[in-house]
């Protein structure tokens, strides 16, 4: 469970995305991918995710060139795992796709989150009910 000081960084975070994470969540925002419902800088955990879709339980990072750092590329892992254990699942988005391929992005994402979500129930049955031609008519023929 996040704590208040996760919940106060995530705020701040959220007034201070990335170029890329700005660009990503215009096409997200407002049930913007196939009405999927995405949050952005929401935090789990110890985490704060970039981009979150509860329903699918679908976590997507937007990851600049200091993610391919040996180091950050470990802290990456360790995360991922976590939050897999949780049962979220990771999607890393690189930066430059988000920028040059930002299509192919959204559509990766919302086959992703679509897969995830859960199917809705079906409708409730409805019973069909013979109607009578007048009052006193019991639909049997005399």
């Not at 990851?63 to 976590?82: F, I, L, M």
């Not at 009910?129 to 049997?140: I, K, L």
Request: proline share 8%; net charge positive.
């Amino acid at each position: 469970m996040p704590d208040g000081k996760s919940y106060e960084r995530a705020k701040a975070f959220r007034k201070a995305l990335t170029p890329p994470e700005a660009r990503l969540w215009c096409s997200l925002k407002g049930r913007g991918l196939r009405g999927l419902r995405f949050r952005k800088q929401h935090p789990i955990g110890p985490y704060i995710l970039d981009l979150f879709c509860a329903e699918a339980l679908l976590a997507v990072e937007v990851d600049g060139s200091t993610h391919q750092q040996p180091e950050q590329a470990t802290r990456d892992r360790r995360r991922t795992e976590w939050l897999g254990g949780q049962g979220i699942r990771v999607v890393r988005i690189a930066a430059l796709d988000v920028k040059n391929e930002l299509e192919g992005v959204l559509a990766f994402i919302a086959r992703v989150g679509l897969e995830r979500r859960p199917a809705a129930p079906p409708p409730p049955a409805r019973r069909l009910r013979r109607r009578a031609t007048s009052p006193s008519d019991d639909g049997e023929e005399s």
